[in-house]
């Protein structure tokens, strides 16, 4: 997670005041095993077992709606890799998980998903990387 670690070290400076959380459930990994399944990417079975169990718990832990009582939109920075990002933005969404891979991410993008107070959600921004300069632009 170096990447991630350091793009919220840079983050942060931006944000004064605002506090950082750390956790290994939003480590890169393999959240479930892709459908269609595709040749260039082939982690072992058991990986998705661990990693998927850990991710779906972030997804659980995190993507929900505010509390009741919560009177002003409220914002949330998850920094984390694309196929987190991917399997959580399908789940949000109640598309099937395993499309995840169908998704396409560059290194360093902005999505932005919202949900409002009745549970509806909202995919504002998927992989966003017009902030970047062309030459800076990569994908993994």
Not at 29 to 38: K, L, R, S
Not at 55 to 72: L, S, V
Request: overall charge neutral; glycine content about 6%; aromatic content about 8%.
């Amino acid at each position: 997670m170096t990447r991630a670690v350091e793009t919220t070290d840079i983050i942060s400076k931006h944000l004064p005041g605002k506090c950082g959380v750390s956790t290994d459930l939003l480590r890169e990994g393999a959240p479930i095993e892709p459908d269609p399944p595709v040749s260039h990417w082939k982690p072992e079975a058991v990986q998705y077992y661990e990693d998927g169990a850990r991710i779906e718990a972030a997804f659980r832990n995190y993507i929900h709606r505010a509390d009741a009582k919560q009177e002003e939109d409220s914002y949330e920075i998850f920094i984390c890799h694309a196929n987190v990002i991917r399997y959580i933005v399908c789940r949000a969404l109640q598309f099937p998980p395993e499309g995840w891979l169908r998704l396409s991410l560059n290194n360093g993008s902005i999505t932005h998903l919202v949900i409002r107070p009745d549970g509806r959600v909202a995919l504002r921004t998927l992989g966003d990387t017009g902030f970047m300069p062309p030459n800076k632009i990569t994908r993994s």
